[in-house]
């Protein structure tokens, strides 16, 4: 048994935006998917880190959660910025059942265990000095709401967090979701959503306390990323 995450699998099989187009690591990346996946086994558990369709609605993502869904073992599902699929975990649930996808759940306002570890996560948004009053900061608010929600769920468990956007890269750090993972208690955080030339600004390692991890599809060669 082991626990995996990956993030940005950007899977296009029911529409016309498929990742081939920018070439170079992209190039291929369902098939790519498709061998990293092998590593994974039907006692095992994937936490994917959110952009995992470019349907614009359940139905448009079916054939793309069909393909998720044949990955063995439990999945718990991230919303990404190109989750635009992304409705209510009560519809999610219902289009799970009537299309047969058993083994997957919605990692959103709720935490999830790996025996006795919880498993946490939300979105999470980009920090903006300047973004009072505004649009974005009502959907940072937000985010760190449905976090300390999923941390709060998981009690005194040991905790391992799960973001998509980064907490924190070179240059840059989100102070709100750094304090809650530092208030709850996280020793582990993993993130996605940095692609190509951005991988450079990827923090790995220790900063403050907490483990940080990119996992990224095309940051770990399409290959999901053990956690434990």
């Known amino acids: 048994m082991a626990l995996y995450a990956i993030g940005d699998l950007h899977l296009s099989l ?17 098939e790519k998917l498709k061998a990293g ?3 994974v086994g039907p006692g095992d558990t994937t936490v994917l880190m959110g952009d995992l369709s470019w349907g614009q609605g359940l139905e448009a993502a079916a054939k793309d959660f069909a393909w998720i869904a044949q990955i063995p073992g439990k999945k718990y599902l991230l919303k990404g910025n190109h989750d635009y699929w992304w409705s209510t975990a009560a519809k999610f649930e219902k289009f799970c059942a009537a299309h047969g996808f058993q083994n997957l759940e919605l ?5 999830k265990l790996y025996g006795e570890t919880a498993l946490c996560g939300s979105r999470g948004w980009f920090f903006e000095e300047d973004r009072a009053g505004t649009h974005d900061d009502k959907i940072y608010n937000r985010e760190l709401r449905r976090l ?3 941390l709060q ?3 005194e468990r040991e905790k391992i967090c799960f973001l998509h956007y980064p907490p924190r890269y070179r240059g840059y750090r989100c102070p709100e979701i750094l304090e809650l993972l530092s208030r709850y208690g996280v020793k582990r955080c993993f993130y996605a959503h940095l692609h190509g030339d951005s991988h450079r600004l990827a923090v790995e390692g220790e900063a403050e306390g907490v483990t940080f991890s990119l996992a990224s599809a095309d940051y770990v060669q399409f290959e999901p990323r053990r956690v434990l």
């Open 148 to 150: 300390e929600v999923s």
């Open 14 to 30: 029911g529409t016309n935006k498929s990742m081939d187009v920018f070439g170079g690591a992209w190039e291929g990346y369902v």
């Open 107 to 111: 990692l959103h306002n709720n935490c």
């Open 37 to 39: 996946f092998s590593i």
């Open 153 to 155: 769920a998981a009690g």
